[in-house]
T-cell receptor, first 113, second 117 residues
Framework: AQSVAQPEDQVNVAEGNPLTVKCTYS??????LFWYVQYPNRGLQFLLK??????LVKGSYGFEAEFNKSQTSFHLKKPSALVSDSALYFC???????????FGKGTTLSVSS | GAVVSQHPSWVICKSGTSVKIECRSL??????MFWYRQFPKQSLMLMAT?????????EQGVEKDKFLINHASLTLSTLTVTSAHPEDSSFYIC?????????????FGPGTRLTVL
């Protein structure tokens, strides 16, 4: 069975500092990995994805994520956090095209000024 | 980019009534749509997978007679919550798959906030 773990309920960083939001996954085959962001009472906004190719994936708003097959991780990173990055972040996975995404529980990112 | 809309964005209804939520793909054809449910500060839980022209596939524990899903066209799927009760109050989010996009991306609607009194 597929699963996603986001071990941190909340991550707090100061504006301008680098941020990391952790994600590990479990799938039976090759993973399709995604990061989404959600603002209060809003739907999900796509940030980035890994399907194949380079392990370092760059996405929207300066975010990037690194696929690490040996550690089954796909951590989200940003070199310099902004207060406006404060939101709920979801990691998601699936093991084949056409199927639904399985989401982690979400991590609340709080960036202080 | 691909846009998915949901209507209504929020609805308040009385216990025992039925509520219909629409999910539309505005600029692409969605052969598959997914319905998720999200409780406050919790993750999205997949409720069902909807394929155009066929019956929806429900996840374990989701009552198919209570959450009726219809995917009558390539751009519209509806979720009807029948005989709603307060415990059905939640944030319902749909997503649509555009197989034409690289990587089989799903695009999410803005969500519908349902409150059952």
């Amino acid at each position: 069975a597929q699963s996603v773990a986001q071990p941190e309920d909340q991550v707090n960083v100061a504006e301008g500092n680098p941020l990391t939001v952790k994600c590990t996954y479990s799938v039976s085959g090759n993973p399709y990995l995604f990061w989404y962001v959600q603002y209060p009472n809003r739907g999900l906004q796509f940030l980035l994805k890994y399907i194949t190719g380079d392990n370092l994936v760059k996405g929207s708003y300066g975010f990037e994520a690194e696929f690490n097959k040996s550690q089954t991780s796909f951590h989200l990173k940003k070199p310099s956090a902004l207060v406006s990055d404060s939101a709920l972040y979801f990691c998601a996975v699936k093991d084949q095209a056409g199927t639904a995404l399985i989401f982690g529980k979400g991590t609340t990112l709080s960036v202080s000024s | 980019g691909a846009v998915v809309s949901q209507h209504p964005s929020w609805v308040i209804c009385k216990s025992g009534t039925s509520v219909k939520i629409e999910c539309r793909s505005l600029d692409f054809q969605a052969t598959t749509m997914f319905w998720y449910r999200q409780f406050p500060k919790q993750s999205l839980m997949l409720m069902a997978t909807s394929n155009e022209g066929s019956k929806a596939t429900y996840e374990q524990g989701v009552e198919k007679d209570k959450f009726l899903i219809n995917h009558a066209s390539l751009t519209l799927s509806t979720l009807t919550v029948t005989s709603a009760h307060p415990e059905d109050s939640s944030f319902y989010i749909c997503s649509a798959r555009d197989g034409g996009f690289s990587g089989d991306e799903q695009f999410f609607g803005p969500g519908t906030r349902l409150t059952v009194l």
